[in-house]
């Protein structure tokens, strides 16, 4: 069976075969520092994203939607609100079916030390692998937004007889530097791989791109044991796949690139690294365009999440100068608009905006209270935050990093405890 065949045509059995086999591991402990007070109180994966849906709901929607239903999440950093949301929101897989999403903490398995890095986060939990008995590990990183089937990678790395396939995206040169970057040949087959380099090495005959890996790796589960105790034994390994597994696996192994795309177009489908807040603000926003490139209205794709059962968006008074009204946004389930004026913005569940306020180019969080006389603009707004009536948001920079946190591109991050606290040091 060719490769095109595979990833267009081939039989869903044949892929079902593969991805009923095949076991999903979710790096999910990472804090996300990029994010500033985003994180201060959630894991990265754990925060909210798109109106109602947590950012790991997207690689756990992957799985299921590829018919992965053998998934284990690996947490750590400040865990308590990913392990609740996955506890509510997953528990329907049926474990007489051998289905089963896990949440695992992390348990110093191997020795005193927390996870080191991602290969020692594998490596210490490689006996709870070992014992699901699964055909191929798949893994995943927790915090990224994008849809994706995995049966056709796992099918091209069986194709291609490969040790390691690593999916990949093309990203802009000057934005590489942030991720691992590959060099490969003709038939994708990986001939260099470097983590986080400070001059990335563009695509041939592209100057303008580069090749990225999406944190996507493939193993053999025998193989993958080897290199982990291998990479455990070495004193010199930061323990990480993208600067030791990798790099040290192209010399020896056969390892293969999967570019995530359109098979015939060869058009780029929607990744997103969510990883600062400019990244965060914008990836939100693009919802709120008419025709978003990510669509979440995808019935044949859908991403599953946990939802409080809430009354439907409500929008109040129609005097000329106290109209409850939301143009060119998303708004959802619990808010009330109450005479004020919302545009350009996404609010998630359970908002209240009152009256005579303006809210303008904004990520609204679940449960954030802004009282009257408000105006918000180019702002995120954390969960449960509590804004005073007359404050104003995003109309002068100076005074807003004087309280909040200010990003390079102008947002203005506001948290409760801000809100709360006395004055503190912005930036920007």
Same mark, same amino acid.
């Given at each position: 069976?060719?490769?095109?065949?595979?990833? $267009? *045509?081939?039989?869903?059995?044949?892929?079902?075969?593969? %991805?009923? =086999?095949?076991?999903? &591991?979710?790096?999910?402990?990472? /804090?996300?520092?990029?994010?500033?007070?985003?994180?201060?109180?959630?894991?990265?994966?754990?925060?909210?994203?798109?109106?109602?849906?947590?950012?790991?709901?997207?690689?756990?929607?992957?799985?299921?939607?590829?018919?992965?239903?053998?998934?284990?999440?690996?947490?750590?950093?400040?865990?308590?609100?990913?392990?609740?949301?996955?506890?509510?929101?997953?528990?329907?897989?049926?474990?007489?079916?051998?289905?089963?999403?896990?949440?695992?903490?992390?348990?110093?398995?191997?020795?005193?030390?927390?996870?080191?890095?991602?290969?020692?986060?594998?490596?210490?939990?490689?006996?709870?692998?070992?014992?699901?008995?699964?055909?191929?590990?798949?893994?995943?990183?927790?915090?990224?937004?994008?849809?994706?089937?995995?049966?056709?990678? $796992? *099918?091209?790395?069986?194709?291609?007889?490969?040790?390691? %396939?690593? =999916?990949?995206?093309? &990203?802009?040169?000057?934005?590489? /530097?942030?991720?691992?970057?590959?060099?490969?040949?003709?038939?994708?087959?990986?001939?260099?791989?470097?983590?986080?380099?400070?001059?990335?090495?563009?695509?041939?005959?592209?100057?303008?791109?580069?090749?990225?890996?999406?944190?996507?790796?493939?193993?053999?589960?025998?193989?993958?044991?080897?290199?982990?105790?291998?990479?455990?034994?070495?004193?010199?390994?930061?323990?990480?796949?993208?600067?030791?597994?990798?790099?040290?696996?192209?010399?020896?192994?056969?390892?293969?690139?999967?570019?995530?795309?359109?098979?015939?177009?060869?058009?780029?489908?929607?990744?997103?690294?969510?990883?600062?807040?400019?990244?965060?603000?914008?990836?939100?926003?693009?919802?709120?365009?008419?025709?978003?490139?990510?669509?979440?209205?995808?019935?044949?794709?859908?991403?599953?999440?946990?939802?409080?059962?809430?009354?439907?968006?409500?929008?109040?008074?129609?005097?000329?100068?106290? /109209?409850?009204?939301?143009?060119?946004?998303?708004?959802?389930?619990?808010?009330?608009?109450?005479?004020?004026?919302?545009?350009?913005?996404?609010?998630?569940?359970?908002?209240?905006?009152?009256?005579?306020?303006?809210?303008?180019?904004?990520?609204?969080?679940?449960?954030?209270?802004?009282?009257?006389?408000?105006?918000?603009?180019?702002?995120?707004?954390?969960?449960?935050?509590?804004?005073?009536?007359?404050?104003?948001?995003?109309?002068?920079?100076?005074?807003?990093?004087?309280?909040?946190?200010?990003?390079?591109?102008?947002?203005?991050?506001?948290?409760?405890?801000?809100?709360?606290?006395?004055?503190?040091?912005?930036?920007?």
């Amino acid at each position: 069976m060719s490769t095109e065949q595979q990833r $267009i *045509g081939a039989p869903r059995r044949y892929l079902s075969r593969l %991805t009923r =086999g095949t076991l999903a &591991v979710i790096m999910a402990g990472g /804090r996300g520092e990029r994010l500033k007070q985003l994180t201060e109180d959630r894991c990265k994966p754990a925060a909210p994203f798109g109106g109602k849906f947590r950012i790991i709901d997207f690689v756990l929607s992957n799985c299921l939607n590829s018919g992965i239903r053998q998934i284990s999440v690996l947490t750590q950093y400040k865990a308590h609100s990913l392990i609740q949301h996955i506890g509510k929101g997953w528990g329907f897989l049926r474990g007489e079916f051998g289905e089963f999403i896990e949440t695992i903490p992390a348990q110093q398995r191997r020795g005193p030390e927390w996870y080191q890095g991602t290969a020692d986060a594998l490596w210490q939990n490689m006996d709870l692998i070992r014992a699901h008995r699964p055909l191929h590990v798949l893994v995943l990183a927790g915090d990224h937004i994008y849809k994706m089937d995995y049966g056709p990678m $796992i *099918g091209f790395h069986v194709e291609k007889e490969a040790d390691i %396939t690593v =999916g990949v995206v093309e &990203v802009p040169i000057d934005r590489a /530097r942030e991720f691992g970057v590959l060099a490969i040949d003709e038939s994708n087959r990986v001939l260099g791989f470097q983590e986080k380099p400070s001059e990335p090495q563009p695509m041939p005959g592209r100057t303008d791109v580069a090749l990225a890996s999406m944190g996507i790796y493939v193993f053999n589960p025998r193989l993958l044991e080897r290199l982990l105790r291998a990479d455990a034994e070495d004193p010199g390994s930061a323990h990480d796949f993208g600067k030791n597994i990798i790099p040290q696996a192209i010399e020896n192994l056969r390892v293969f690139a999967y570019p995530f795309e359109d098979v015939r177009s060869k058009a780029q489908h929607y990744w997103r690294d969510v990883g600062t807040i400019d990244a965060y603000y914008e990836a939100n926003m693009e919802l709120v365009r008419v025709s978003p490139e990510l669509n979440i209205y995808d019935e044949q794709w859908p991403i599953w999440t946990y939802q409080e059962q809430l009354p439907p968006a409500k929008f109040v008074f129609d005097d000329d100068n106290r /109209r409850g009204c939301a143009i060119d946004s998303m708004v959802s389930g619990g808010c009330i608009i109450s005479g004020s004026r919302v545009s350009n913005s996404l609010l998630f569940s359970q908002v209240r905006v009152h009256d005579y306020s303006t809210v303008d180019r904004s990520v609204i969080l679940p449960r954030v209270r802004i009282g009257e006389h408000c105006v918000i603009r180019n702002a995120i707004i954390d969960e449960g935050a509590v804004v005073p009536d007359g404050t104003s948001i995003g109309v002068d920079p100076v005074q807003d990093r004087e309280r909040f946190y200010v990003s390079e591109n102008g947002v203005t991050l506001v948290t409760a405890s801000m809100l709360r606290g006395p004055a503190r040091s912005g930036g920007g």
